[in-house]
Every structure is written in C-alpha cells, then in structure tokens.
C-alpha cells in the first residue's frame, strides 16, 4: 500500500547542533505536510509543500521538497531546547483524497 | 478560540464495555477524522468525514464506529473495546472537503483498556 517512511526514528542533539529528519514515498506525492507534536501534545501544522524542488523557510526550519516529489526533508539549523517534540511528515499521493503520516522522528536536545 | 476539543481526555475501561469519545469543532470545518497513535506507527487514519452524513473508512476502521448528525460533532464509538485499541486518539478538523487541506488537531483522549 502507499507508505510514507521517515527517518531517523530518533534524534539527540546537544543545543546548538543542527538536526535533520527525511521522508520517502515509493511513489510521487501531490503535496506533503509537516507537523510538529510537542511531548503531551496534540501535532500541529508547520507547513505544506507543493511544487517540485520547493524550499520553504521559517527561521530555523528549511523545509525541501524533491524533485520527484517522493521526498522531503526538514532541517533545524541551531537547535534549541524548544524544539523538542517530535516531527512528522505526511503525504497526499495522486489520485486519492488521504493524507498518510510518516512514523515520526522525535528529536530531544540536550542544553 | 477557534479549537477542536475533545472528551474524555483519559479513560480507563474495560474489555467489551461500550464507549464514546465526542469530538467537537467550532471552525465551521468540513472535514473530520480520527487517527489513532501507537508507538512507532505514527497516526493511522481510523475514519473520516467529509461532510454531514458522509463518513468513510480510514486505514484503521475496525472496531470503531463513526458518526456525523453536524457539521460541528464527530464522535467516535467503541461498541465492544478490546486491549489492542489502547491508544492515543486523536480527532482532527479542516475546512475544506479534503485531508489535503491543513489538519487541525484536538488535545487527544488516552484510552487504556484493560
């Protein structure tokens, strides 16, 4: 079936480090969403990636979609404590009206 | 605010006891649908609605049910609860007719059962 697969399944960094989770579908997406769940948390929208090759920015988070449309990553420049939580993706392939989410990739930093 | 809440937010009950988790958004929203999250599975889509009396199954439907009466409520019904559906569930909300518009997630409810 379609699967989005993530990885890593888990991060450590020291405060300060960058950090960067990848996503991978065996088939082209038609756009993929990232989300970030804070422990105890509900996850909550980032951003949306649509066009190929497209590269978003908010502050420390550079958010990449491939060319092929069957990856994405998300890269944290500088981590800080408050961007514990972990991070997933989520993928809408062609043709269907779902959203499948990656595993996940928990990133704890340590001060 | 513009929140999806959701209830219980705990709940510990028994094997084969009916229950309900009631979901509910003041968004004017669409769309809704459950997910469920187990370790190192991430969120599986378990049903989901597009709009008022139109609900489809998700990757996750068995041994749930679902229903929409308005735009606003979207419970989720566990006729017969069995241990493998302890989880963390949670409800989501958006405004357009389509999981491809941004989710809005509920707080969760953790559900054990025994």
């Known amino acids: 079936g379609q699967q989005v697969m993530q990885i890593p399944q888990y991060q450590h960094v020291q405060e300060g480090e960058d950090f960067t989770t990848y996503c991978n579908s065996s088939?082209?997406?038609?756009?993929i969403q990232w989300y970030k769940q804070r422990p105890g948390g509900h996850p909550v929208f980032l951003i949306q990636l649509v066009k190929s090759g497209e590269v978003k920015k908010q502050k420390r988070l550079t958010f990449q979609f491939g060319e092929a449309k069957k990856n994405s990553s998300l890269h944290i420049t500088a981590t800080q404590t408050t961007d514990v939580g972990t991070y997933f993706c989520a993928g809408v392939f062609y043709n269907t009206d779902k959203l499948i989410f990656g595993t996940g990739t928990r990133l704890q930093v340590f001060p | 605010e513009a929140q999806v809440t959701q209830n219980p937010r705990y709940l510990i009950t028994v094997t084969g006891k009916k229950l309900t988790v009631t979901c509910s958004q003041n968004?004017?929203?669409?769309?809704m649908s459950w997910y469920r999250q187990d370790p190192g599975l991430g969120l599986r889509q378990i049903y989901y609605s597009m709009n008022v009396e139109v609900t489809d199954k998700g990757d996750v439907p068995e041994g749930y049910k679902v229903s929409r009466k308005e735009k606003r409520n979207f419970p989720l019904i566990l006729e017969s609860p069995s241990p493998n559906q302890t989880s963390l569930y949670f409800c989501?909300?958006?405004?357009?007719?389509?999981?491809?518009?941004?989710?809005?997630f509920g707080p969760g409810t953790r559900l054990t059962v025994l």
């Open positions: 088939t082209t997406l038609s756009n």
């Open positions: 989501a909300s958006s405004l357009y007719p389509g999981s491809t518009d941004t989710q809005y």
């Open positions: 968004m004017n929203h669409e769309y």
